[in-house]
Structures are given as structure tokens and as C-alpha cells.
């Protein structure tokens, strides 16, 4: 085994940042919390820093894995540190540089055992880093379950509503997830003969017979795709995102449930591209009900948190319904969806986080009038649900209008379902905006603060991403495409 | 003869002798205390001095290897663990500390005669050496009454097993003519196929299985770690499976993977033992009893390499036993921290531990987290290990089962952590009272839990030397 480094190790260096953040807040007293939250934004905009600089600095014309950093581990298991940068995997690390600095902003005004609220999701985001640069799959998976055990304690200890249920069930359907894809990552690393975890290795053609394929592509499918929220393993979504402090649903929801499509994406499909061509119409069928349920329950729910929620599965399975089209324009969208959705997403539960801090109260029933109370919170949440529904010139028009024109080429039934199911969904989301934000000013509320400037800061960012992506689609769909075609060129 | 290889043994030997001339001195627990963590360090640095040595001893039927080596190693680590947590030991009556270490070493000292033991007779004194000290220790338990009906229990379930054990021996040399395993290991296989043959096998291996409490030879375990004295159960939990996994390797290893029916045998026993395990966990509100559940669970893991009979399994099964030792030991460090008086402690005492002792809360989520496989522990990196030399042999299902059990296990871990972290402490309750030395320990603990997690080439690497001493 060789080791290979690129001349900075740029994506190594984001792991550092956050682990090295994870060490100063655990040294640093309880007590100190203002210092706990400087340290935390410093390391939070570090990494951020650096996936917009590998974002920009990844060369387009040469494609392929860059940035990649490799050194024998295991040797004996043939587990390598190896790390590279993709069209598929750089829109993710630039998503979680964003997500994980806005949501430490976000938490600014976190006064609860600060200390072990930072440490936790340091280590979560280390997880999800890493998880989304890693090319081994003995590090996929570790990092994939780093990023999952943090959230019990985030949830149960700073959540709200039926925390300790949603905490619980969300971890034993997480970890379901992994009980079936280490069996299926051991599987085919025992299959394939060659005594390596390496997963570009492992991705040559001609490695697993159709067969194996079939079967381990469905157990990585639903071992990765409960985390992607598919229907019918969508359950612990909702209830969790509710849970969920406002920081951390943004994390989960935004990051943390495209490690699921991600997983399917980048073990699944890669290494068993027959299984995915086998098992496609099985996604696509659960993807649109995924969108047409997503968006039907969403339209019956009180909670606010819960709109969110099912809109979250609903949007998951646009990606679902693009990665199943098998086509470049799908999986395009697929991914560009699962950018815009993350960023979407963290401005939801941001705003509906400030809401809730100041109102105490998610009942949309409750709510009302909040336009002319807090006219700049109302704002925010109003750009969220328009991006929610697709509104041209925001980040999710380009990905829902590329998953949809491939989908109504390849499955014309579903295509027009997931349509209808928008147009439900686009419903809901309005519905929600005019009885939280119009109508009558409840004077309970008269008396609360607007956004300020600087705890608008994380929102802004949000904000003027979706705009920049919708504005310029091709700066994102330029750098996926330089993986997607690659990819499906190889297939038979 | 070549004495100097025997240094390990000789130690635990002269630290028994020691304490039973102790026993006859006034009662003075904090020297007995240390003299023996002094006695125990120095044997840990022998053995580890002597981790190369190798020959023969009493005419062939003790075999000093890496193998054996590296398990008397371990066996004396976690000896010198314990004694090095027997500080405030108030499980145990001051008066009796002296007999306490005694026995301690004298178990110790026949748990390594019997990771070293190559005959079958050497093999059964070594046993029942071991087994008659544990049944003391529990007994030695301060108020009375849980000690002696645990002790009672052990007691009465380990003599029906070694008799188990001993038909079993017999009917394998009645089979064989043979005594040594070096001769049974080229017999036997030839040989398996005769039903009085993988019937002696079977029986003699339930009287191992009994020790590691697989399912349905697991009944004790519950009582005992939950009648016998903290330190005591931790010492069960730890160094006592250490051994038995050395045994149990050299035990199925005599098949020579010949025999389909030892391993159906094997591979039924370790789903019960895990399922049951399991679950039965979920369902305890004491601690000490939870921990003996997912001892029976971990036991089934453990099965699942050492039935692989390949030398991945038998590596893997190694990789378990330090594994198991490190994160039951912690488990028990925290146990013993608050259940300072002593007394079983239920799960809902750990409230607050977060805020009166932030190390030690961290050191059991760690080990819990770890004792659930999940990365980046020791525990995760233990079950890959199993589950590739499972798969390799073609054991798919075995390994989903596996998994899925791990799932489950992780409920009742979480119960835990959930107690530790989320839960207040109650009214008045202040910092815990620490143990000298118990923070670092911790910390030293925790530390050791995630490196071998993230990096265990190095240990991977000298376990595989060892394993290949197994034959």
C-alpha cells in the first residue's frame, strides 16, 4: 500500500479543525461559555472556509477523485485511510461547512449545559465530514455511526416534545440502518476476494457477479435509505426532527439525512451498479409515495416543527426519485435537491427555531400575525417555504425541475404523481405561511424582538445561498456533472 | 527444565503465599491493599518481560508459547486492574481482605495454568483450581445472606458442569487413547465422526461454556454478579472469560474444523445465548444483573469467531477477549465509584452522574457505546473482526443475527447512558467521593477504548503472531 497526499491535506484538515474543536471545548470550563461559543464558531467557520475553497479549487476539465489523501491503516484487513473529493461528495461538504456554521450561530443564545451541547455536535459534524470524503468503506461506516450516536444525548438532553421517545427511536432505526449495511459491506468485501475495503478498488467493473449485486445493493438501499427518510422507514424522521434542538434538527435534517441518500449514492450504486439498475423501479415506486404521502400528511399537521418534517420526507423523496431515473439530468437533480433541500431546511428550522424561542409555542393554531410582529423572522420563513415549493430563481427550482423532466421521461406515472404531490405540498407550505405569518396580530406576541442583526447573520447566509444556486444553477450542476457522467458511462 | 519461563505463575504463586501469612497479622486493609497492588504490578511487568518466552514444562502437558503468553498477560492485567479498584473494597468485611487478594491470586494463578495447559488433566485441576477460589470469593460477600445463596448457586451449577466436563474428557480419551492435545489434534479429526467422539467434545466444552456463561449454561451469572462483591464480579466479568476464550480456542481447535455438527452446536448456542441475552437485559433494573445479561450476549459474539476454526476467528476471538475485558472492566470501575458503601446500586442511581463525576459518566458511555460495537471504540472494531472471519466462512446469517442483536443491546445501553446523562442528581447528592487514582484510571480507560478502536494494527498484528502459536 502506497501512500498518496496531496500537497495540502485539505480534507484531512477539515476532520482536524473539527476534532481539534471538539478538544478545546472539552478542556475549557462549563462555565465558560461566551469562550465555548467563540471557539465553536472559529472551528465551525474553518471548516467552512475550507469546503468553499475545495468547492472553487476542484479542477472540472480533469474530474474524478481530488484531493486525495491515502495511507495503509489496517493492512491487514486492507483498510486504508483514503479520502478523496468528487463531484458528488464536494456539493456535501460544502452543504456541512454551511449547515454546521450557521447552526453554531443559530445556538447562540444556548444557555444549557453549553459545554456538552458543542462537544456533541463537533462530533457529529466530524462524522458527517468524514463520512462524506471517505473512500474506504471500513471508514464510511465508522463515520457514519459517529455521526449517529451524538444525536440520542442532542436530542434527549436539549430537545423538546416527547424528547426521550423521539431520541430513542430515532437511534434504534439509525442503527437498524447499520445492522444492515455492515453486514453488507462485510459481505461484499468477502465476496469481491481481493482482501480490501477500498471502495474505488472495489467499484471496478466486473468485480461481484449480478447476483451478489441484487442482494447486497437492497440491504445498502434500506440500511442507508432509513436514514434517508424513504417511505416506508420514514417514521423516526418527524418525530425526531421535532424533538430536535433547533441547532440540531438543522444538522439532521439538513446533513445528516443526505448521508442517507449519499450512502445509497456512493456504496450502493457504485459498487453494485446492476443491483441499482435491478432494484430502480422499487426506488422510484418508494420514492413518489414517499413525495405524495410526504405531502398529504404535512397538509393535516398542527405542529409546526411537523410541517417541516413530513415536507423533509417529501423533499428526500425527489432525490430518491432522481437517483431511481438512472439518467445524468436525474442524478444531477438528485444531488443539486439534496443541497438546496439542506440549506432550505436549516433556514426552515432556523426561523421556525426563533419562532419558537420567543413564543414558546409551535401550534400554528397559536401562531398568527407573526408578519407584523417580527416582519424579518417572518421573512426568513417565508423565503424557506417559497423554496420549499419550488419558486423559480431559488436552489430547489433547478433540482425539482431536473428530477421531474427525467422522471417524466423514464417513469411518466410517478413523474406526473410527484408532480401532483408538489402541487399538494406547494399548498401546505402556503397554507402554513398565511396563519403564521398573516391574519390577525395575536397580542400576546406584540411584545416580542425581531431578528437582530447578528442573529440574523446565520440566516443571511442561508438565505443568500439559495439565491446565489438559484440564480447560477450551473456553478453546482457543473461540478456534479463532472462525476455523474464518468459514472454512468461505465455502466453495461 | 527452564523455571525462568514459570516467573508469572511463581509470582501469583509467592503473592498467595504472602497473604495468607497477612491473614494471620492484625487486620490492616490499606497495607493489604498495598502490597498487593505492588505484588500484582511487578507480576503484570514479568509477564509482560517474559511475553517471548516458550517451551515446555512437567513432561510436556504445560506449554509455554505467544499463545498462552499473551493471555497471561492479559489475565494479569486485569488481576492488577481489580486489585487496583479494591481500594475502598466495603463489599468485603475488612477482616477478610487478606483472603480476598489470596484467592484472587490463586485463581489468577490457575487461570494461567490453564490458558498454558496441554493435557487433559492438567487442563481439569487448572479448572477446578480456578472455579473452587470464585466460589469462595462470592461467598466472601459482607452481609451474608446474597453472598451465600449466589455462592450456593455457583456453586451447585459449577459442580454439575465440571462433572459434565469430566464425561466428556473421558469419553475423548476412551475414543482417542489419547491425553495430549498435540497427539488428539492429529486423532481426533480422523475420528470425529464417531458419535461417542463429537458427544465428548460437546460435553467437555459445556464445562467452559458454563464459565462463559453461554445460554443455557448461563443461569448463574445474574445471581452471581449480583450476590458476589463488586470487585469480585468485575473479575468475573474480565479476567475469568479471558481464559476461558484461550480454553475454548484450544478446545475447538481439536476438531480441526472437521465436524459440521460441532459447529451447528456451537453456532445454535451463540444466537440463544446472544438473543436471550439480549433481551432478558432489557428487563433489568439492577445494574450489576444487566451487565451479566449482556455478558451472556457478548459470550454468543465471542462463539460466533471461535467457531470459525479458521485463523481469522481465532484472531478475532482473541481481539474479543481484550476487548471484553476493557469495556466490562470500565463498566465496573463506575460501578464501584458510586456503590462506594458497597451495596447494589439500580440503574436509576446513576442520575446526575454527568454533574457529580463528568470522567466517570464519560468512561461508562464510553464503555457502553463500546460494549453496543459502535465506532470508533474497541467494541465495533472487535465485532468487524468476528463478522469478516464469519463471513469468510460463509456465515451470512449468522452475522445479520449478530447485528441485529446489537441493535437491540444498544436499547438497554441507552437506558443507561440515559440515567447518567439525563436524569438530575437527587437532592443533596455532592461530587462523588473518588478513589485515588480513579480519574486517571478513567481517563487512561477511555483513552485506551478509542485508540485501539481508531488503531489496532499493532495489537491486530501481535495477536495474529499468537494465534498462529495455537497450532
Known amino acids: 500500500m502506497h501512500t498518496e497526499l496531496a500537497e495540502f491535506p485539505f480534507l484531512s484538515a477539515i476532520l482536524t479543525s473539527c ?12 462555565h465558560r461559555t461566551r469562550e465555548i461559543k467563540w471557539v465553536s464558531a472559529g472551528f465551525s467557520g474553518v ?109 434527549a438532553v436539549w430537545g423538546s416534545t416527547r424528547k426521550e421517545y423521539a431520541a430513542m427511536k ?13 453486514p453488507a459491506i462485510v459481505y461484499l468485501v468477502v465476496q469481491a476476494g481481493m482482501g480490501t475495503f477500498d471502495l474505488v478498488a472495489l467499484s471496478a467493473e466486473g468485480t461481484f457477479g449480478p447476483g451478489v449485486q441484487k442482494f447486497a445493493f437492497l440491504l445498502l438501499y434500506i440500511g442507508f435509505g432509513i436514514l434517508a427518510g424513504v417511505w416506508p422507514f420514514h417514521t423516526w424522521s418527524p418525530v425526531g426532527h421535532v424533538a430536535a434542538p433547533t441547532a440540531v434538527s438543522m444538522i439532521h435534517a439538513g446533513v445528516l439525512m443526505k448521508i442517507g441518500a449519499f450512502g445509497v449514492l456512493r456504496v450502493g450504486m457504485f459498487l453494485c451498479p446492476e443491483g441499482w439498475q435491478f432494484w430502480a423501479p422499487l426506488m422510484a415506486l418508494l420514492a413518489t409515495v414517499g413525495i405524495v404521502y410526504g405531502a398529504f400528511v404535512g397538509l393535516s399537521q398542527t405542529d409546526l416543527k411537523y410541517c417541516i418534517g413530513y415536507s423533509s420526507v417529501s423533499h428526500m423523496g425527489i432525490v430518491g426519485l432522481g437517483l431511481a431515473t438512472m439518467t445524468v439530468d436525474g442524478i444531477n437533480g438528485a444531488v443539486f435537491q439534496m443541497f438546496a433541500h439542506g440549506v432550505m431546511t436549516a433556514l426552515f428550522f432556523s426561523s ?6 420567543r413564543t414558546h409555542t409551535k401550534i400554528i393554531a397559536e401562531l398568527g400575525g407573526l408578519g407584523r410582529v417580527m416582519p424579518v423572522a ?25 428530477v421531474f423532466i427525467s422522471s417524466f421521461k423514464v417513469y411518466p406515472v410517478y413523474g406526473i404523481l410527484a408532480v401532483s404531490g408538489l402541487v399538494v405540498s406547494a399548498l401546505f407550505m402556503l397554507r402554513v405561511v398565511q396563519r403564521t405569518c398573516y391574519g390577525p396580530k395575536n397580542e400576546k406576541f406584540a411584545h416580542l424582538m425581531d431578528v437582530s442583526f447578528t442573529l440574523g447573520i446565520p440566516r443571511m447566509i442561508l438565505v443568500s445561498v439559495i439565491v446565489l444556486f438559484g440564480l447560477f444553477p450551473s456553478l453546482m450542476l457543473d461540478v456534479i456533472r463532472t462525476a455523474t457522467i464518468p459514472f454512468l458511462h461505465r455502466l453495461p | 527444565m527452564n523455571w525462568m519461563i514459570f516467573s508469572p505463575e511463581i509470582c501469583c504463586l509467592v503473592t498467595a503465599l504472602v497473604f495468607l501469612f497477612l491473614a494471620m497479622a492484625p487486620t490492616d486493609a490499606r497495607r493489604d491493599y498495598i502490597v498487593a497492588v505492588a505484588l500484582t504490578g511487578l507480576a503484570v511487568c514479568i509477564s509482560l518481560a517474559g511475553l517471548y518466552a516458550a517451551g515446555e514444562l512437567f513432561h ?113 480419551y476412551g475414543a482417542t487413547n489419547a491425553a495430549y492435545f498435540r497427539v488428539m489434534v492429529e486423532v481426533v479429526p480422523g475420528v470425529i465422526h464417531q458419535p461417542e467422539v463429537i458427544l465428548g467434545l460437546a460435553l467437555a466444552l459445556s464445562g467452559f461454556l458454563f464459565k462463559m456463561a453461554v445460554f443455557p449454561f448461563h443461569f448463574w451469572a445474574p445471581d452471581v454478579y449480583e450476590g458476589a462483591a463488586h470487585q469480585v464480579a468485575a473479575y468475573i466479568s474480565t479476567a475469568s472469560k479471558v481464559a476461558v476464550i484461550a480454553v475454548l480456542l484450544r478446545l475447538v481447535a481439536l476438531s480441526g474444523g472437521e465436524s459440521t455438527h460441532l459447529v451447528h452446536f456451537l453456532a445454535v448456542l451463540a444466537i440463544l445465548s446472544m438473543t436471550v441475552g439480549n433481551l ?60 462506594f458503601d458497597g451495596e447494589n446500586i439500580d440503574i436509576d442511581r446513576l442520575a446526575g452522574l454527568h454533574r457529580r463525576s463528568p470522567v466517570m459518566a464519560l468512561a461508562l ?87 485501539l478502536g481508531i488503531y489496532p494494527t499493532p495489537l491486530i498484528e501481535l495477536i495474529r503472531v499468537a494465534a498462529m502459536a495455537l497450532g
Open chain 2, 60 to 172: 510436556g502437558t504445560y506449554r509455554v508459547d505467544l499463545f498462552s503468553q499473551v493471555f497471561k498477560s492479559l489475565l494479569l492485567m486485569g488481576f492488577f486492574l481489580v486489585v487496583f479498584i479494591s481500594s475502598g473494597l466495603s463489599g468485603i468485611e475488612h477482616r477478610y481482605h487478606p483472603e480476598y487478594y489470596m484467592l484472587l491470586s490463586i485463581c489468577t494463578l490457575a487461570m494461567m495454568m490453564l490458558v498454558s495447559a496441554v493435557h487433559i488433566l492438567t487442563l481439569y485441576v487448572a479448572l477446578e483450581l480456578s472455579s473452587y477460589s470464585l466460589y469462595i470469593l462470592v461467598f466472601l460477600r459482607k452481609g451474608r445472606d446474597q453472598g451465600v445463596a449466589s455462592g450456593m448457586k455457583f456453586f451447585l451449577i459449577g459442580a454439575s458442569a465440571s462433572a459434565t466436563m469430566l464425561l466428556g474428557l473421558a469419553l475423548l
Open chain 2, 280 to 339: 432478558t437485559a432489557i428487563a433489568q433494573k439492577d445494574l450489576k444483573r444487566l451487565l451479566a445479561f449482556s455478558s451472556i450476549a457478548h459470550a454468543g459474539y465471542v462463539l460466533v469467531g471461535i467457531l470459525c476454526i479458521s485463523p481469522e476467528g481465532n484472531v478475532s476471538a482473541m481481539f474479543y477477549a481484550v476487548t471484553v475485558l476493557l469495556l466490562k472492566f470500565t463498566c465496573f470501575l463506575v460501578v464501584i465509584q458510586t456503590a
Open chain 1, 352 to 357: 421556525v427555531g426563533y419562532i419558537y424561542d
Open chain 1, 170 to 182: 430515532l437511534t434504534l432505526y439509525l442503527l437498524a440502518g447499520s445492522a444492515l449495511i455492515l
Open chain 1, 378 to 402: 417572518a421573512t426568513y420563513f417565508i423565503i424557506a417555504a417559497l423554496t420549499g415549493i419550488g419558486v423559480p430563481c431559488l436552489a430547489s427550482f433547478w433540482a425539482e425541475l431536473l
Open chain 2, 365 to 451: 458511555m464510553t464503555a457502553l457505546f463500546g460494549l453496543a460495537g459502535i465506532p470508533p471504540t474497541i467494541g465495533f472494531t472487535g465485532k468487524l473482526l468476528i463478522f469478516v472471519a464469519a463471513m469468510e466462512k460463509g456465515y451470512f446469517a449468522l452475522v445479520l443475527i449478530a447485528m441485529f442483536n446489537v441493535v437491540i443491546s444498544l436499547y438497554y445501553y441507552l437506558l443507561v447512558v440515559r440515567a447518567a446523562y439525563l436524569l438530575d442528581p437527587p437532592e443533596g447528592a455532592g461530587p462523588l467521593p473518588a478513589m485515588p487514582g480513579a480519574k486517571i484510571l478513567a481517563g487512561t480507560l477511555v483513552a485506551a477504548i478509542v485508540v
Open chain 1, 19 to 30: 476534532l481539534v474543536g471538539l478538544l478545546v471545548i472539552m478542556v475549557l470550563p462549563g
Open chain 1, 47 to 155: 471548516t467552512l472556509i475550507l469546503s468553499v475553497y475545495l468547492f472553487a479549487a476542484y479542477d472540472q476539465d480533469l474530474g474524478g477523485f481530488q484531493f486525495v489523501e491515502r495511507m495503509a491503516w489496517i493492512p491487514r484487513l486492507g483498510i486504508s485511510y483514503y479520502n478523496g473529493a468528487d463531484g458528488f461528495s464536494l456539493p456535501m461538504l460544502l452543504l456541512t461547512g454551511i449547515v454546521f456554521f450557521t447552526g453554531v450561530l443559530t445556538m447562540w443564545e444556548l444557555e444549557h449545559r453549553v459545554k456538552e451541547f458543542f462537544a456533541l455536535v463537533f462530533l457529529l459534524v466530524t462524522g458527517v465530514f468524514g463520512m462524506f470524503m471517505a473512500l474506504d468503506l471500513f471508514f464510511i461506516f465508522v463515520w457514519f455511526d459517529v455521526s449517529l450516536f451524538p444525536m440520542y444525548l442532542l436530542i
